[in-house]
């Protein structure tokens, strides 16, 4: 069974050199600087980081928001969407509960999502604890990516050499490549939005409709 415990043992065992551990209380500098880079997976730290790298469908979630009634845009669009608390990264704005149709005019503020539908649907990866946060969930070739990235960040902590970090950047971004290749083959093929979000609300509207780019 793959668990925190677990994971931390393979960077340290596997590609750090170093002891593995009893627990995750183990009184020692290696538990420290992992738990230091680990943070939170309803903050930030390195499973966030993880999450942010691709669609992952395990950590995928679709859920309806309602337009903020608190919030009453000066101008502009005429409805604030604020953003769910566990999310991490948008994979589909649309305005049916089926994803058809793409959101294709919005912008974007700190927090919230500006437009002038009532409802919005979104499909977008998630830290919840029952999602992206639920380390059960994860795919074994995404569990290897976690854990080379997070022995390649505590390397430099754990006073490794310069050459080690770079080699274990190189393992980490191979098998990047190979957990996203997997992860794109699970399920139907779908469209993927196209475009950097707007920043600000002074930005252009940003067209979510392309179908150039597919994801898994």
Known sequence: MTDQ???????????????????????R????????????????????????QGNWKFAQRVTRLDYS??????????????KPVDFIKISMLCTDEWLNSPLLQYTEETGFWYTDYDQI?????????????????????????????LAARASTRLKQSGTVKEALDNIAARLL???????ALQGPTKFFPQGAW???????????????????
Request: some cysteine; aromatic content about 12%.
């Open 5 to 27: 415990l677990a994971i931390y043992n393979e960077a340290l065992i596997e590609h750090l050199g170093e002891r593995e551990l009893a627990s995750l209380t183990e009184n």
């Open 29 to 52: 500098e290696p538990r420290r600087v992992l738990d230091a880079l680990w943070g939170s997976t309803t903050g930030a730290g390195h499973v966030k980081f993880c999450l942010e």
């Open 69 to 82: 009634t608190s919030i009453t845009p000066t101008f502009g669009f005429r409805r604030a969407f604020e």
């Open 121 to 149: 649907f979104i499909s977008y990866v998630s830290n919840d604890p029952s999602y992206g946060g639920d380390i059960s969930l994860w795919p074994e070739s995404f569990v290897r990516y976690v854990t080379a990235s």
């Open 177 to 183: 490549v190979e957990a996203k290749s997997k992860d």
């Open 198 to 216: 707007v920043q600000s609300r002074g930005g252009a509207i940003v067209d979510r409709g392309s179908k150039a780019n597919l994801y898994g």
